[in-house]
């Protein structure tokens, strides 16, 4: 009996405990997903660059930082002035592959829109006589600009990025943007997406004018807007 008794008080505690315990946020995959991604491109010592780049919330973005840190997806590191810089660890690196498995079936919906806006910027260029131009950004969407470009019968005079010297695309050595500019393009195609406005604003403070950077208006708008 007293045992018995016992077993239901410890029954009765455990509800308690569970009911006072702080719930868990519940994390969605696809913006997970997309943090991870953010990092992966480099540490970021800021929530609320984070929260830009997300177009969320800097109260969901410290949410999705703690659980992250918490699970061993992300590493915090302090830093002077009171903050902090965020970078992926190995296993983020592991949780951000699933991840991209499970958002692989999107494929589908995914890519026509981008390789579209390509299609749209490329014709533009041809209609104003523009034969030759240079891509800037080199990761796995770039071979949508790439096709894009070939479709339209443009030259593709050079391949560039902030990083990657040495490499290949698509049988191309890809050059740094001080060497690809060196070619006198007159036009330059943000081949990637995903690092649109940085690589923008890389290429505008080599003095790039404006005028001669081609990126589709979507890959940049929601940041404009932040």
């Known amino acids: 009996m007293g045992g018995c008794w016992r077993l239901k008080n410890n029954r009765v505690w455990s509800t308690v405990q569970a009911v006072n315990k702080p719930e868990q946020p519940i994390l969605d995959d696809y913006t997970l997903f997309r943090l991870l991604c953010e990092l992966e491109q480099g540490p ?34 302090e830093l002077p002035g009171n903050r902090c810089s965020y970078r992926i660890t190995s296993r983020g690196t592991r949780e951000l592959k699933r991840l991209a498995l499970l958002q692989s079936r999107y494929l589908h919906a995914l890519i026509p829109p981008v390789l579209d806006a390509y299609r ?26 790439w096709q894009a470009v070939k479709e339209a019968g443009i030259e593709v005079g050079a391949v560039m990025d902030t990083t990657g010297f040495g490499t ?11 060497h690809g500019l060196l070619g006198g393009i007159h036009r330059v195609l943000i081949s990637s997406p995903a690092r649109a406005v940085m690589l923008q604003r890389s290429l505008l403070e080599l003095g790039v004018s404006p005028e001669t950077i081609i990126v589709p208006s979507i890959f940049v708008e929601e940041s404009d807007a932040a």
């Open 44 to 77: 970021v010592s800021s929530q609320r660059d984070l929260a830009r780049r997300l177009a969320g919330a800097l109260g969901m973005v410290n949410n999705y930082l703690k659980v992250a840190t918490a699970r061993g997806w992300v590493n915090v590191k």
């Open 120 to 145: 749209q910027v490329c014709l533009r260029q041809l209609d104003e006589g523009i034969g030759r131009i240079a891509l800037c950004g080199i990761d796995p969407s770039s071979i949508l600009a």
């Open 168 to 178: 290949h695309f698509m049988g191309r050595d890809v050059v740094s943007l001080v």
